[in-house]
């Protein structure tokens, strides 16, 4: 059975950083597409960032792009997402996701596996 558990979240303040991790234990295909997902309470589960494990190509959502770095340990079935800058609508419950495969789309429902989340609050 794959699990996903995500750490790192926590309060902070606008413009400051934090770090998740997400460890996967289990079984899965040796070709994978990881990625980080959040939902903000009254909106829909929307895609952060990607990265596959093999070709390690990174795409990330717009409102991300340049503060944010995804990134994976294979040997250790963990990922991680740098979060920089943090702005107060980046707060959210935080997801990592795995499928099997290459990535191929951002669509969340692609994505198999979830971890439980980790709450990211980012004060004025």
């Known amino acids: 059975e794959v699990q996903l558990v995500e750490s790192g979240g926590g309060s902070v303040q606008a413009g400051g950083s934090l770090r998740l991790s997400c460890v996967l234990s289990g079984s899965i295909h040796s070709t994978t597409c990881m990625a980080w997902l959040r939902q903000a309470p009254g909106k829909e589960r929307e895609w952060v960032a990607r990265i596959g494990s093999i070709d390690g190509t990174k795409i990330y959502a717009e409102p991300v792009l340049g503060?944010?770095?995804i990134?994976?340990?294979n040997a250790n079935k963990t990922w991680?997402?740098?979060?920089?800058?943090?702005?107060i609508e980046d707060s959210g419950r935080y997801y990592c996701a795995v499928h099997s495969g290459r990535c191929w789309t951002n669509n969340p429902a692609v994505y198999a596996y979830w971890g439980q989340g980790t709450q990211v609050t980012v004060e004025s």
């Not at 991680?80 to 702005?87: A, D, H």
Request: proline share 0%.
């Open 67 to 69: 503060r944010f770095t």
């Open 71 to 73: 990134s994976h340990d």
């Open 80 to 87: 991680y997402l740098q979060m920089n800058s943090l702005k």
